[in-house]
């Protein structure tokens, strides 16, 4: 039980990472498109 939480856990910071990657690219996008 408890690992199957701390599982969970692993992949929702995953997803958040993933998430947080993304949004650096498009904002590096946007900064170059400013430039």
């Known amino acids: ?3 199957a939480g701390r ?3 692993f992949v ?3 997803k958040i990472d ?3 990657s ?3 690219k498009n ?3 946007l ?3 400013e430039m």
């Open 18 to 20: 993933r998430e947080i």
């Open 7 to 9: 599982n969970s856990t």
């Open 27 to 29: 904002l590096e996008m």
């Open 22 to 24: 993304a949004l650096k």
């Open 31 to 33: 900064g170059s498109l």
């Open 12 to 14: 929702r910071q995953k």
């Open 1 to 3: 039980m408890l690992d």
